[in-house]
């Protein structure tokens, strides 16, 4: 057998077959949450070493323009369309945007949204960074964000996905409970950390508006049919053990006028459904924890001992 690297070992295997149940509240069968990604971008950032933050030479005015109508127009007729529907939002924050841009914030906030971080800009990698940086991006994510809305944040995606491999340990260690980078499974899990109890929460890339549009190349109406038939197989799974469907917006995308109705359609037909448990990330996070988290350890140890 060739050797490779060691799995991290940030989590245990558990086949979806063969697990707890997971019941959600009201007999509900799969958890949807919709995740807003506020964010900030820096039209001419400092340069990391480690990847480029935008694809042509700084400053890149047409990439910084496109991603600043989320703030000015797309967000506002987003959240107007998801209220109008009784979704709230789980904002996926770049925390700077509470000082540059408050009244986005301010709105979200107003309509019940939760926040967590992810991170302070969206321009901002944490590749390359020591300790001592990373502890800094969190406090500031924790007390810009008390600050400006009065939430204490209780979950993390990365700055446009970049890691340390201290990530996770941290977070934990200063009271987060969920974290959204990890893409591997359709319920929340147990996360292994240095202390503290930390989970994963099902975040998508398969369904996010950035892959589909530009990734996949979706037409509006091809991405609102690919979250119905996501929404329908995990509802229907969920019957069995309760699911998680994340929708994962930019509005800069999604809030476009021509975009804007196929996704309406798609929030109708989940709330008319009857079997969503329609709600966000911070109150998944504690309902795991509370009913399910130590059934799903205790599934891991059983199949570890079966020698898998």
Not at 26 to 39: F, I, M, Q, Y
Not at 117 to 142: P, V
Not at 191 to 213: A, R
Not at 262 to 272: C, G, Q, S, T
Request: some cysteine; overall charge negative; glycine content about 8%.
């Amino acid at each position: 057998m060739l050797e490779g690297a060691a799995d991290p070992g940030l989590y245990d295997f558990r086949p979806y077959r063969d697990r707890a149940k997971i019941a959600w509240p009201d007999g509900k069968t799969v958890a949807v949450w919709v995740s807003p990604n506020l964010e900030y971008y820096e039209l001419d950032p400092a340069a990391n070493p480690h990847r480029k933050s935008w694809t042509k030479p700084h400053p890149d005015v047409v990439g910084y323009g496109h991603r600043d109508y989320a703030n000015r127009v797309g967000h506002w007729r987003m959240a107007d369309v998801m209220t109008k529907h009784g979704f709230p939002g789980s904002v996926s924050l770049s925390v700077a945007l509470c000082d540059h841009i408050p009244e986005v914030v301010a709105d979200a906030n107003a309509r019940g949204w939760e926040f967590f971080s992810h991170g302070i800009y969206n321009t901002r990698y944490s590749y390359g960074m020591d300790e001592h940086q990373e502890r800094a991006i969190i406090e500031d994510s924790i007390a810009t964000v008390r600050a400006a809305t009065g939430q204490t944040i209780k979950g993390w995606l990365a700055p446009a996905l970049t890691h340390t491999p201290r990530t996770l340990d941290l977070i934990a260690e200063y009271g987060l409970t969920y974290t959204c980078d990890l893409y591997h499974d359709d319920q929340p899990g147990p996360v292994h950390v240095t202390g503290g109890k930390l989970i994963s929460m099902p975040y998508s890339l398969e369904v996010n508006d950035h892959y589909g549009f530009f990734v996949y190349n979706m037409s509006p109406r091809d991405y609102a049919d690919t979250l119905i038939r996501q929404f329908e197989r995990l509802a229907a799974e969920g019957a069995e053990s309760g699911t998680v469907m994340c929708i994962p917006l930019h509005s800069y995308l999604i809030g476009q006028p021509h975009r804007i109705g196929a996704f309406e359609e798609v929030l109708r037909h989940i709330a008319a459904d009857g079997r969503a448990w329609i709600t966000r990330s911070g109150d998944i996070a504690e309902h795991f924890l509370a009913n399910d988290y130590d059934a799903a350890t205790a599934d891991a140890a059983r199949y570890a001992e079966s020698g898998r």
